[in-house]
C-alpha cells in the first residue's frame, strides 16, 4: 500500500461507508446517502440533503451512536482542535469519513486506466496522473524520467 492510501484509509479511523449515492445538491454541490460501519458493526445512516443544514443521522443503536460521537470528539475539528459540540463534531467527522472514502475510490478509478504518482513535494492527499495505463515498463520509465523527484506510483499499492 502507498504512503497516500494509508494515510487516506488511516483518516478513516476504522470506518467503512457502504451504499453510498451522491447526487447534486440545488447549489451544484454535492448531497449524499450513505451508511456508515465501524469494525463491521452498523453505526449510522447518513444524509446530507445539500441544503446547508445538518447531516441526518439514524443511528443504528444508542451504542452505535456514543461510539460516532466518542469518535468525533477525539476528532474535533480536523486540525487538532477535540471537543467541538456534539451536533456539530458528528457532522465534521461524518463528511470527513464519507470525503476520505470518496477520495479511495476516485484514485483506484483514476489507477484502472492511468499512472496515478505523487511527487516528494506533494502532499499525502495530492497526486497527479499521466494520460498512460500502468504497466511495470511504465513504472520503469516514470522512475527513470523523474527520479529523486518522485515520491512513489500510487497504481503499485492498488
Known amino acids: 500500500m502507498t504512503k497516500m492510501l494509508e494515510h487516506f484509509r488511516s483518516e478513516m479511523r476504522g470506518y467503512t461507508v457502504k451504499a453510498l449515492k451522491t447526487m447534486k445538491s440545488h447549489d451544484g454541490g454535492v448531497a449524499y446517502s450513505a451508511t456508515l460501519y465501524k469494525g463491521g458493526s452498523k453505526i449510522a445512516e447518513v444524509i446530507d440533503d445539500g441544503w446547508c443544514g445538518g447531516i441526518q443521522t439514524r443511528y443504528a443503536t444508542k451504542a452505535a451512536e456514543q461510539t460516532l460521537i ?23 467527522f461524518i463528511a470527513h469519513i464519507v470525503d476520505m472514502h470518496e477520495s479511495i475510490k476516485n484514485i483506484e478509478k ?6 496515478v504518482i ?5 502532499g499525502l492527499t495530492e497526486y497527479r496522473t499521466l494520460k498512460i495505463a500502468f504497466t511495470p515498463d511504465v513504472a520503469k520509465q516514470v ?16
Not at 483514476?110 to 499512472?115: E, F, H, P, S, V
Open 70 to 92: 466518542t469518535d468525533a470528539t477525539e476528532y474535533g475539528d480536523g486540525e487538532g482542535n477535540p471537543g467541538l459540540p456534539e451536533y456539530v463534531g458528528c457532522d465534521i
Open 118 to 122: 505523487r511527487f516528494v513535494e506533494d
Open 110 to 115: 483514476a489507477c484502472k486506466k492511468k499512472t
Open 143 to 158: 522512475r527513470a524520467k523523474f527520479g529523486a523527484k518522485l515520491a512513489e506510483i500510487v497504481n503499485e499499492g492498488v
